[in-house]
């Protein structure tokens, strides 16, 4: 009971949490690609919390120790509040920029967006079915084995690479162009949260480095 209490207030937390972020700056409820925006990141957020919790609730109590508090090292305290800051940001400033019309979006490129955000929230879940040890913190717990096949034979960390495709997704999804200047910001959080990460997993979790001699690439196929 308690955990599924737990459960329902991080979910209405998070509708009320979106609905601040675009809303307000956006000074108007008329407004269909916020609507969209947060109907579809609190619906996947609510069909995959209520999947885990049925299927894998040690898996979701993985997910659900997240945040600048649960992390164990000081670097990744500062790395993920930076990152909290960059994607509340991005919503805010491109909700925002439809209320003063800097940029003009079309209908179809903030579908695509929304479809971005889609993808990205759903391979999220697709990498906890894959992998139940991962989590939103940087961890290595008792018998941890490294997962290598899936979206793991594709690049290292595929959760990160579904929050990248997110960041991206956001901006376009509310209908702004503007809103792309926090992804740069974005990515370069993102890549020193990997690089950091990836020193732990070298030194602590068993066949990681041969792994990293598989698996090229750490966030995006061909790239890096």
């Known amino acids: 009971m308690k955990t599924a209490l737990k459960i329902v207030a991080s979910l209405l937390y998070g509708v009320v949490l979106y609905s601040v972020l675009v809303f307000v700056p956006a000074g108007t409820l008329h407004y269909w690609q916020g609507w969209t925006f947060v109907a579809i990141a609190m619906g996947i957020t609510t069909i995959s919390t209520v999947w885990l919790g049925v299927t894998n609730p040690a898996a979701l109590r993985r997910r659900m120790r997240a945040g600048p508090r649960a992390e164990g090292r000081t670097v990744q305290k500062v790395l993920v509040t930076a990152l909290f800051v960059t994607a509340m940001g991005a919503m805010a400033f491109s909700a925002f920029d439809h209320r003063m019309g800097w940029s003009s979006v079309p209908a179809w490129v903030s579908v695509a967006g929304e479809v971005m955000v889609a993808v990205g929230l759903g391979s999220a879940l697709l990498v ?97």
Do not use: C
Request: aromatic letters at 12%; glycine letters at 10%; zero cysteines.
């Open 128 to 224: 906890v079915v894959q992998n139940s040890y991962a989590a939103a913190t940087i961890t290595v717990e008792q018998g941890q084995t490294v997962t290598t096949d899936g979206l793991y034979g594709l690049v290292r960390h595929p959760m990160y690479s579904g929050s990248l495709l997110m960041m991206v997704g956001i901006p376009l999804a509310l209908g702004s162009y503007w809103g792309l200047l926090f992804v740069a910001a974005g990515v370069v959080v993102l890549v020193l949260r990997i690089l950091d990460e990836e020193k732990l997993l070298t030194t602590e979790l068993a066949g990681y480095r041969e792994y990293t001699q598989r698996v090229r690439y750490r966030l995006v196929p061909y790239l890096w």
